[in-house]
T-cell receptor, first 117, second 113 residues
Framework: AQTVTQSQPEMSVQEAETVTLSCTYD???????LFWYKQPPSRQMILVIRQEAYKQQNATENRFSVNFQKAAKSFSLKISDSQLGDTAMYFCAFTPAYNTNAGKSTFGDGTTLTVKP | NAGVTQTPKFQVLKTGQSMTLQCAQDMNHEYMSWYRQDPGMGLRLIHYSVGAGITDQGEVPNGYNVSRSTTEDFPLRLLSAAPSQTSVYFCASSYGTGVYGYTFGSGTRLTVV
């Protein structure tokens, strides 16, 4: 079984600044994918970014990027030029691939991010 | 495209009642799953399905049943509601086994009194 830990229950950042959310995981799986999801007050879960564990290159999506350290089992999310619409809870998720556990995702407990004007 | 549609959005049940949470997707995704989200916690997997006619248990399956008769629909049945099942329930679907990420429904807030 895998575990996902988000050690920062709450964070805040000033508008236009940069913030980094932390995530660590523990697994014995060799093939897996990592994700960050955003849950704004509307409750809708939205996929932010995806990382394939066999790729060393860090994923980027516009203002969102990750720092993936496979050996350290660390997967942090960096949000640049923070906007008020980034205010949300952010979840880190781990998904095994290509075996009997494929698709059985594990989510962290979330980090509530508040962007201040 | 509607994506993943969940009904109802809110529900209050009395202890011991049964009900079905509906989930439908129009993206022809083979993989569908149900999660529950409790306050201050992440999502926990209840049941999942890799295709029509195939279902399996997740991390917290007790008290819930599922079936998958079509690719589009994946209902979740609460057999005899208990206060511990008060939660927000999310249905999700994906291409493949979730390795491309999930599309989530808007959730159902269930309260059991």
């Amino acid at each position: 079984a895998q575990t996902v830990t988000q050690s920062q229950p709450e964070m805040s950042v000033q508008e236009a600044e940069t913030v980094t959310l932390s995530c660590t995981y523990d697994t014995s799986e060799s093939n897996y994918y990592l994700f960050w999801y955003k849950q704004p007050p509307s409750r809708q879960m939205i996929l932010v970014i995806r990382q394939e564990a066999y790729k060393q290159q860090n994923a980027t999506e516009n203002r969102f990027s990750v720092n993936f350290q496979k050996a350290a089992k660390s997967f942090s999310l960096k949000i640049s030029d923070s906007q008020l619409g980034d205010t949300a809870m952010y979840f880190c998720a781990f998904t095994p691939a290509y075996n009997t556990n494929a698709g059985k995702s594990t989510f962290g407990d979330g980090t509530t991010l508040t962007v201040k004007p | 495209n509607a994506g993943v549609t969940q009904t109802p959005k809110f529900q209050v049940l009395k202890t011991g009642q049964s009900m079905t949470l509906q989930c439908a997707q129009d993206m022809n995704h083979e993989y569908m799953s149900w999660y529950r989200q409790d306050p201050g916690m992440g999502l926990r997997l209840i049941h999942y399905s890799v295709g029509a006619g195939i279902t399996d248990q997740g991390e917290v399956p007790n008290g819930y049943n599922v079936s998958r008769s079509t690719t589009e629909d994946f209902p979740l049945r609460l057999l005899s509601a208990a206060p511990s099942q008060t939660s927000v329930y999310f249905c999700a679907s994906s291409y493949g086994t979730g390795v491309y990420g999930y599309t989530f429904g808007s959730g159902t807030r269930l309260t059991v009194v």
